[in-house]
């Protein structure tokens, strides 16, 4: 068994698998050594009575991230769309937000918008609030994600959508759609995998989600490897298959290269 | 088909007219348009085809003016010089699809239509290829094919083989031939003398932005009458065997 590859060949599958057991027995080591220079002994048995209360905040992350997914996309696109529109004050509005947002840290969104806007403007339902904030956050991302794939349109298709006869609305649908979709598809999949993880900073306002609920357990028994852990594990129950549909997605409309 | 142009100007946001007062009248079944590069060539065809506004003057085919309405869109099949098949569709689609929802064709008849100029074209085997996966010359063959397909009254040609190799060249421009025996009326611009002058009846030399010579291609190629087409002529047969 090697621990080596060739970047040519395929890796064969019995050395694949010797190797990933390898990096295991290292991982795992490496967390061994740093548990018992701390000296703790790992004992996730006081969780199972949680479960319940776990379940909920696990259900609470997967709804706000889901909610958010939706309402970002939609500022999303319309951000884009004003941003290569013709309204001039829509256009730099656009370009501002989306400066704005991306420029500053989702922590101090969150207390900004939570406290001033919230407080000013009566939304005091702390899971709106967490929605709005999250889809607020992520639409400037997902606006320059669906600009990139604009600009990225390739001039003659559209002429040639035009050359065959389609009306505006055929060039729109049959045309420009399909091949925007294809092109934005896997980066949106990978960014409602951020959004589930940027979801854990609501915590922040008390929004009592997956972070949330495992802060307040760890607080409570002050069992922080067991919880941080947990934690770890249940995010990246979400975020992996997205990933992976991400990928799969990727290489389903790679024909573009 | 009489194509009738009068007084067409074309101006890219108001610097100098690219096109400038161009007059046509005649009829037209096989026209080869040529001159150097950026000379307007592309610009002439595109208003043509309705891709583009004209900025001034007329222009009309059997009678009815040339717009960017669909109505006219429809009637002209217009090929690329490269990158004008659907990338996210395959060959097959790519011809079925103009078919199905411009044309009014059912899907069968749409299907039996492509393979029958697929096959004729010996492109049946591509069919299902998406165009990534089509060498150049089988592209073009196929975005020929996608043009023809529902029977236009013009077909325009914008360099169809300058992209591509000697070989393919021939490959397209031999379809090309093949359908001006059936009476398929085309205007190409194109480089290729040898094309223009054996497979064009008639010849048009674009020239800072006017006809500055049309005729009978053997006529204009055998006896040019400006000193502009003389060198165009010379420079591009330098190299030539
Ligand atoms: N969309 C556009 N905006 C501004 N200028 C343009 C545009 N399209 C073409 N032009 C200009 O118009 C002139 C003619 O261009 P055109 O593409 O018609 O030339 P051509 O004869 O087809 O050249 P070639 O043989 O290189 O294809 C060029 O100077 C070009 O820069
Ligand atoms: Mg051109």
């Known amino acids: 068994m090697s621990i080596f590859t060739s970047y040519s060949e395929k890796t064969h599958p019995f050395k694949a698998t010797f190797n990933l057991v390898l990096m295991s027995l290292l991982i795992t080591a490496l967390f061994w050594l740093a548990l018992s220079l701390v000296g703790v002994r790992l004992n996730f048995s006081f969780l199972a009575p949680l479960s319940g209360r776990i379940f909920d905040g696990y259900l609470m992350t997967v709804c706000l991230s889901a909610a958010s997914f939706f309402i970002s996309l939609l500022l999303g696109v319309a951000c884009a769309a004003m941003q290569s529109g013709k309204i001039l004050v829509l256009r730099y509005f656009a370009k501002l937000y989306v400066i704005a947002i991306r420029g500053t840290p989702l922590i101090m969104q969150v207390y900004l918008f939570f406290y001033l806007m919230g407080t000013a403007y009566g939304i005091t339902n702390r899971f709106i609030c967490g929605v709005l904030i999250l889809s607020l956050f992520e639409g400037a991302y997902i606006a320059e994600i669906v600009r990139g794939s604009l600009l990225s349109m390739d001039g003659t298709q559209l002429e040639a959508a035009k050359a065959v006869g389609f009306t505006k609305k055929q060039q729109l649908a049959l045309v420009v759609l399909p091949q925007l979709l294809a092109r934005t598809l896997p980066a949106l999949t990978g960014q409602f995998a951020s959004m589930i993880k940027d979801s854990s900073l609501l915590c922040m306002i008390a929004l009592i989600e997956l972070t949330q609920t495992l802060r307040e357990i760890s607080a409570m028994n002050f069992k922080m490897f067991e919880c941080y852990m947990l934690l770890g594990v249940l995010y990246l129950s979400l975020t992996l298959p997205i990933t992976y549909a991400s990928k799969r997605l990727e290489q389903r409309f790679d024909y573009e290269a | ?186 205007i190409i611009a194109t480089h290729e003398m040898g094309f223009a002058l054996h497979a064009c009846e008639k010849m048009v030399f674009l020239y800072d932005g006017k006809i500055a010579e049309y005729g009978e291609s053997r006529e204009v190629f055998a006896n040019p009458k400006t000193s502009e087409l003389k060198e165009f002529l010379s420079k591009i047969l330098e190299w030539k065997v």
């Open chain 2, 1 to 186: 088909m009489r194509l009738e142009i009068n007084g067409l100007v074309k101006a890219f946001d108001g610097k100098t007219a690219v096109l400038d007062y161009v007059n046509f009248n005649d009829d037209v079944d096989t026209l080869a348009l040529i001159g150097r590069s950026g000379c307007g060539k592309s610009t002439l065809l595109r208003i043509l085809g309705g891709l583009i506004p004209a900025s001034g003057g007329t222009v009309c085919l059997d009678g009815e003016p040339v717009s960017e309405d669909e109505r006219h869109r429809k009637k002209i099949g217009f090929v690329f010089q490269q990158g004008g098949l659907f990338s996210h569709l395959s060959a097959l689609d790519n011809i079925t699809l103009p078919l199905v929802k411009v044309h009014g064709f059912s899907k069968s008849k749409a299907q039996e239509r492509a393979f029958e100029l697929l096959d004729r074209f010996g492109l049946a085997g591509e069919a299902g290829k998406k165009p990534s996966q089509l060498s150049g010359g089988q592209k073009q063959r196929i975005a020929i094919a996608r043009a023809v397909a529902p029977k236009p009254r013009m077909l325009l040609l914008d360099e169809p083989t300058s992209a591509l190799d000697p070989e393919y060249t021939t490959e397209v421009l031999d379809m090309i031939r093949e359908l001006k025996d059936e009476k398929l009326s085309f």
